[in-house]
């Protein structure tokens, strides 16, 4: 089951089952027809919709809808169940700390304190296993302690950068 939101409407949750397709637990009377890979033609009682796929990005849609244009954003099960954890997205994109996944030696630190990191923003080098492992950052902030120094041996959540 997803749920989708399109703009200030409540959510909608749809169903696909091997009969047919419902709608917040009601049969969907109608028949979508694929014009391309972002243009449909919606038939439901006596009307037609033409839905175009103006922007997508991730699970983020803006949709123009008979040429009015809807902002969509649509959840799966698993978005759902981290929602219900508390662990949704805008939660997650908070960086504290970063601790080192496994033991190893540092390489290489790409930041200084006081720099602003982004999300994928590279932050140090960590060889383990004779391996590599480039460690970025997992969200915004701004760095307020580097607690490592190059050549350094480190263990397995051993906190290595927090941030503000």
């Known amino acids: 089951m997803i749920e989708i939101k399109a703009g200030d409407t409540d959510k909608i949750k749809v169903e696909n089952k091997k009969e047919a397709v419902f709608l ?25 919709f033409r839905v175009d796929i103006v922007e997508r990005q991730g699970k983020e849609m803006k949709l123009k809808v008979n040429d009015q244009l809807i902002d969509v954003s649509v959840t799966d099960h698993i978005d759902q169940i981290l929602d219900k954890l508390g662990m949704n997205v805008a939660a997650s994109a908070v960086v504290s700390d970063i601790k080192a996944p496994m033991p190893g030696s540092i ?28 460690i970025k950052s997992p969200g915004e902030g701004k760095v307020s302690k580097i607690h490592i120094a190059e050549k350094e041996n480190v263990e397995k959540n051993q906190v290595l950068i927090s941030f503000e």
Not at 26 to 38: Q, V
Not at 111 to 133: F, Q
Request: glycine share 10%; hydrophobic share 35%; aromatic share 6%.
């Open 24 to 48: 917040n637990g009601k049969p969907f009377d109608g028949e979508i027809l694929r014009i391309s890979d972002t243009s449909y033609k919606v038939y439901k009682t006596n009307r037609i």
């Open 107 to 134: 390489l290489g630190i790409s930041v200084s304190e006081g720099d602003e990191v982004n999300e994928g923003d590279p932050l140090l080098v960590l060889e383990a296993m004779k391996m590599e492992n480039v």
